[in-house]
């Protein structure tokens, strides 16, 4: 038998396998296929492509053999359905507006229906683009809350809505001319014309006969009875026949010629009646809140709201007039309870089935509110920037921008609106923002009624009765200056524990004023500080404060409190880095309980759960936390929106015992505190430091005292330094509140949406503003008094005048002869001997020339060449001149103003006070003034000349250059028309016949000047717009003019980047960072770390800022190119960019170093500026741009800086 022999057989290749690797890509991954063959992969070998072979590939599929595009085959595409056509629906059309309608007609008694009558119907053809009527249909649902800006507004109460009837009589009044008396006597360009009227003779003297009228009643004959009946026609041909007046009675025939002379005499020498005084007006209706109201529930058996407490006399009479749909405004204090006037409102307006506004000054107010409403009233919306929460709701709460914005598209929210209520009123003082009050109050239709809430102001019977007159109705005042808790004033000079009893009474609950107090602590603060001269010097400096310092007043302070029982404090600090830094300082101070901390904790981790992980490690929340979970809060506009909240909740709770806040805390909702402290009288308002206002300091120390809770609220000032004077601690505690003035001006935006409707013009707007108040005040009796002047006007010769401009040719004369007399005199005086020595070292001058306008300096060195004289000389000017000649400005044309030729109306700076040197020549001093100063020339000019040097640039100048500047300041205020000048006859001693002739020339001119009316004319803003091209000449609203409408703010500036195509080729993120520039509130350079797009976007926006700017100051208007351009700040332009990309918020801190509330602040309002922008875009046919815009709004509203409100959950 065989055996069988083992073969052994080769290993096999890989390549006999029955596999098949296959690469994945380029990552190193592999898969086996069940089929033999070689290892492969899904990517070529070699290289990857290149740029020109994908664009050869892209060219050869696309271009040369498109066949294979999805395009062309049909079977993978979406299904369609066929529309069934019909032509016929092409020809139908909207049927007219019923003319008629059928009445029904009752029975007077039992209301028995008798029949139909037909009715004609008015405003049947009326719509929201071509009418300002409440009978106007509404408009689309979806445009029902904010309107559209091409809608017009509802007709303002208080103004004259005019009818068809008037709109059908002023149409055929334009379309028809009179021939005889509508035809022009006076050629365009003529002063005078040809009068083709008959003239009559004028009318004689009193006191003297007039023999034609002596005739005409006695019967000579001569004469047939046409000529008798033309006698006296106006087309009588006899022009020697004199009619006479109207208003006199027909001469009587007399039997002689004796009789009819003695009654004519006896009538021309009778004086006229003296007319009847006018009424006065009255709309501003006091309520006297002293009496009470006993019959309070006999009138009201069933109020609309009930409390669980009895109202106090002025909440009753406010309800009363409330029931009558009254408009009250009810001035009282802070936490007095003027929200119960406003919450009966609400409730009122939810029993008559109506809605209410309810508007506050900020957008923290407004949530703070729906909080508050919505807990007490479910049927409650918000309206804000950002969020918008039951719009349908009867009440809304708004800010005040936003009733603007309805008010102007035409909202039909404003149909079923009855009371709109605005509280804190006293804001309309703010600069910035408050002509929104004015514009709002003004706009509002006839059937709104107002409730106005306000802390305690002088004027309010004035504000009410410009508010009366300007809606003719009757406002009733109801103001009290009682406290519900009173307030006891203190000043604390402590700063140790041992000095923590150093708190003296001031100002007492019954406001007495205590000196002994007040010098108690002037001793006390003098012992100390001879104390410490003993120990360390005399020539030490005294306390003026530290942090360490800050903190041990703080520390002695709150132990004094914590001991007395008087937490929670509230310790207002006018500097958001010292409020954090003196919250900071106190770290060995822990005021909370173990089961307060656990509540501070649970609360805490509630509210931060909404945020993503890292924000919740952000820096300023983990501080915050820490510090309140030690009882201590910080309260400023750096603080983020949602932290604000959590420190506001947890200290209306009383979580929080010290709360370190700015001055926007005291605004708005009643969060009040045991003790009130200062800790200083001194605030920086954004130009100079200045005491408290009474009103500031009311409005602030109002928060000490919780109703019910405490007998007394505590007011302490801390006397770090030295104690203030009494005249000023006088002033500030016991002094009037600020009055509430007008802050209207006219705006772009006003002006555009008043010049869109043709019944609403401008100068309505200005005459019914409160600036224009006092003299419209009487405006009936003026009325009626000039009627009657008119009246005995007519009787007179018609005067020869051609409008307020007759005197401007002699007004030009006067200005030119003037600008001449007082140039040759100037010269005079520096070509004299004594005018010259005159002008030494010390001599104040007013300089004129090219870089400086009538700004006042003191000479500090003169040249010693007699024959080219150069006076070196300190000048005030706003900031520092530009060295390169190229980024100066073009010269504004030498046009003098009306003060400029009567006095020197000096340059007063702005900003804080700058100061330069400059080398005048003898042209350049303008006038030399009696003042003269005691400098040290070569000392200021060495400084000067030193602080040039790049190194030492950023120095401090010295005393003596603080104190020259100080004193030129002082002058510039105390003489605004300049100081007074040397006089050339008089001081210099000038005999020259031309100067004595020129001076007495030019006092008379001055006088001629003065008197000239054609100075009066008003430079008004709207010509910028025709400029621009947003309104024609006919006052037309353009389409550029309805995109300006339609944004929010920096209308002229966002209008002119989107018609410049400026924003349309750049990103949305790019966008967002670029327009970042118009909404930042902190100054900044964009930094070099920008990308070129950003940098070459913002010197585009810079040149378009410019532009306008020239335009304005070319048509008059006061703000330079620099002011406009600098309210441009670009220093988060890279911090914005990075958000948009998707940067998180915890590593934008590194970016900048703004405040972390200030940033989102920033991002919020420019989210709203990028919707303003979508909705621009839109109505010009840009819907790329309208796309970039709402993907830059997107990009924006992510994570904490868009996150949720507490007071909406």
């Known amino acids: 038998m065989m055996e069988t022999e083992r073969l052994v057989l080769p290993p096999p290749d890989p390549l006999d396998l029955p596999l098949r690797a296959v690469e994945l890509g380029c990552t190193g991954r592999w898969e086996l296929l069940n089929a033999p063959g070689a290892p492969e992969s899904t990517l070529p070998h070699g290289l990857p492509p290149c740029a020109p072979d994908l664009q050869q590939e ?75 009527s409440l009978r106007r249909p509404p408009g689309p649902i979806s445009q029902s809350l904010w309107g559209n800006p091409t809608q017009y507004p509802f007709w303002p109460g208080g103004m004259d809505e005019p009818t068809i009837t008037d709109l059908s009589t002023r149409e055929e009044a334009e379309e028809e001319i009179d021939f005889e008396k509508d035809l022009l006597t006076v050629p365009p360009g003529f002063k005078k014309g040809v009068d083709f009227a008959p003239k009559d003779h004028r009318a004689p003297a009193s006191g003297l006969l007039s023999l034609s009228r002596l005739l005409e009643p006695l019967d000579l004959g001569g004469g047939d009875e046409d000529e008798t009946d033309a006698v006296g026609q106006p087309g009588s041909p006899r022009g020697d026949t004199v009619s006479a007046p109207p208003c006199s009675a027909p001469l009587a025939r007399a039997s002689s010629l004796e009789d009819l002379v003695l009654k004519e005499a006896s009538t021309a020498v009778s004086p006229p009646e003296p007319p009847k005084p006018p009424p006065q007006e009255q709309w501003a209706i006091p309520v006297d809140v002293t009496s009470p109201v006993g019959d309070f529930y006999r009138l009201i058996p069933q109020p609309a709201f009930q409390w669980a407490f009895e109202p106090d006399v002025f909440q009753k009479q406010a309800i009363l007039h409330l029931e009558r749909h009254d408009s009250v405004f009810v001035a009282a204090h802070t936490s007095a309870g003027k929200t119960v006037v406003a919450e009966y409102a609400i409730a009122l ?58 008010l102007y598209s035409g909202s039909d929210v404003i149909r079923d609106l009855e009371w709109v209520i605005f509280d804190e009123v006293h804001y309309i003082n703010d600069a910035e923002r408050g002509v929104v009050w004015e514009e709002v109050l003004i706009m509002l239709p006839d059937h709104v009624s107002i409730i106005l809430l306000s802390a305690t102001v002088p004027n309010a019977l004035e504000f009410a009765d410009w508010i009366g007159r300007l809606k003719r109705r009757q406002i009733y005042v109801i103001s009290t200056v009682a406290r519900p808790v009173p307030l006891e004033h203190y000043l604390f000079t402590g700063n140790s524990p041992k000095t923590q009893g150093e708190l003296f009474l001031l100002l007492d609950s019954r406001g007495a004023f205590h000196t002994k107090g007040y010098y108690a602590a002037v001793e006390a603060k003098k012992e100390r500080m001879s104390k410490h001269a003993q120990t360390f010097g005399a020539k030490q400096p005294t306390h003026q404060g530290g942090p360490a310092q800050d903190r041990g007043v703080y520390l002695s302070l709150l132990a004094s409190l914590r001991t007395r029982a008087q937490l929670p404090v509230v310790v207002f600090t006018f500097s958001r880095g010292r409020c954090d830094e003196q919250a900071s300082g106190l770290t060995s101070l822990d005021l909370t309980t173990s089961s307060e901390k656990s509540e501070i904790h649970l609360f805490l981790q509630r509210c931060l759960a909404r945020l993503r992980g890292s924000d919740r490690q952000l820096p300023q929340v ?132 008043l010049l869109r409707v043709d019944a609403l013009r401008v100068e309505d707007m200005m005459k019914r503003s409160f600036s224009e108040f006092p003299s ?115 010269a504004s044309p030498d046009v003098p103003y009306p003060d400029d030729l009567v006095g020197f109306k000096l340059f007063l700076p702005e900003g804080p006070c700058d100061h330069t040197v400059a080398k005048l020549q003898p042209g350049d001093v303008a006038a030399i003034t009696t003042k003269v100063l005691r400098v040290n020339g070569e000392k200021i000019l060495e400084d000067f000349s030193k602080r040039q040097q790049p190194k030492f640039k950023k120095e401090p100048p010295l005393a003596a250059v603080t104190t020259a500047v100080q004193e030129l300041l002082r002058l510039a205020q105390a003489y605004p028309a300049g100081p007074p000048t040397l006089d050339p006859v008089n001081d210099l001693q000038l005999k020259d016949v031309s100067v004595v002739e020129g001076g007495l020339r030019a006092r008379k001119l001055e006088e001629l000047i003065r008197g000239a009316q054609c100075v009066h004319s008003p430079r008004f803003p709207a010509q910028v717009l025709r400029t621009l091209g947003y309104v024609d000449d006919a006052g037309t609203v353009k389409l550029a003019g309805r995109v300006a409408c339609a944004m929010s703010s920096h209308e002229l500036l966002l209008t002119e980047l989107m018609f410049d195509n400026a924003l349309s080729a750049l990103r949305p993120e790019e966008i967002a960072a670029l327009l970042s520039g ?57 911090v914005v960019y990075e958000w948009a990309r998707g940067m998180p918020f915890s590593e934008l801190a590194g970016l900048s170093g703004t405040p972390e509330g200030l940033v989102v602040r920033c991002i919020q309002r420019l989210a709203e500026m990028c919707r303003s922008l979508r909705g621009a875009a839109r109505l010009v046919g840009e819907p790329v741009l309208g796309a970039k815009m709402e993907t830059a709004a997107t990009l924006l509203r992510r994570d904490i800086v868009f996150a949720a409100s507490l007071y909406t959950q």
């Open 776 to 890: 419209r005040k009487d405006s009936k009796a003026h009325e009626q008094a000039l009627a009657e002047l008119t009246k005995r006007l007519g009787a007179l010769e018609e005067p020869d005048t051609t409008g307020q401009l007759v005197d401007l040719p002699e007004y030009y004369n006067w200005g030119e002869e003037l600008t001449e007399t007082q140039g040759l005199i100037q010269r005079r005086i520096i070509d004299s001997v004594n005018g010259l020595k005159s002008l030494s070292v010390g001599r104040v001058v007013v300089v004129k020339n090219q870089e400086h306008h009538n700004a006042l300096g003191v000479i500090l060195q003169v040249s010693s060449n007699s024959t080219s004289r150069v006076f070196t000389t300190l000048v005030l000017c706003d900031k520092p001149m530009s060295e390169d000649p190229q980024q100066k400005g073009p």
């Open 622 to 753: 983990l501080h915050m936390s820490e510090l309140l979970h030690r009882g201590l809060g910080v309260h400023h506009s750096g603080i983020l929106p949602i932290l604000k909240e959590i420190v506001e909740m947890l200290f209306s709770r009383g979580l929080v015992k010290v709360l370190f806040a700015t001055e926007t805390f005291a605004m708005g909702v009643n969060m009040p505190a045991r003790t009130v402290v200062f800790d200083s009288m001194r605030k920086h308002d954004g130009s100079t430091f200045r005491d408290l206002l009474p009103g500031e300091y009311v409005q602030m120390a109002g928060r000490a005292g919780r109703r019910g809770l405490d007998p007394t609220g505590t007011v302490i000032l801390l006397c770090k330094g030295r104690v203030p004077e009494m005249a000023d601690l006088h002033r500030m505690m016991m002094g009037k509140p600020s009055q509430l003035q007008s802050q209207f001006r006219l705006t772009y935006t006003m002006i555009l949406n």
């Open 58 to 132: 892209a060219e050869q599929l696309f271009l040369s053999s498109p066949a294979w595009l999805p395009l062309h085959g049909v079977e993978h595409s979406a299904r369609k359905w066929q529309r069934k056509m019909d032509p016929w629906s092409l020809l139908s059309a909207l049927g007219a507006p019923v003319p008629s309608d059928l009445q029904a007609q009752r029975h007077p008694t039992t209301g028995q229906i008798l029949g139909y009558k037909e009715v004609l119907l008015e405003n049947t053809n009326l719509s929201a683009t071509t009418s300002l």
């Open 349 to 406: 307006a939810q029993k008559h089935m109506t809605r209410t506004i309810y508007t506050s000054p900020i957008k923290a107010l407004s949530n703070q509110k729906f909080r508050d409403f919505r807990n007490t009233f479910a049927d409650v919306g918000l309206l804000t920037g950002d969020v918008q929460l039951h719009p349908e709701a009867s009440c809304l709460i708004m800010t005040t921008e936003i009733l603007r914005s309805m």
């Open 1078 to 1134: 118009l909404v930042c509130q902190s100054s900044g350079d964009p930094g070099d770390q920008l990308p070129s797009t950003l940098k070459q976007g913002v010197e585009r926006v810079r040149a378009v800022a410019k532009r306008i700017g020239e335009v304005q100051v070319a048509c008059g208007l006061n703000q330079t190119v620099e002011e406009f351009v600098g309210e441009l700040n670009f220093g988060l332009v890279e």
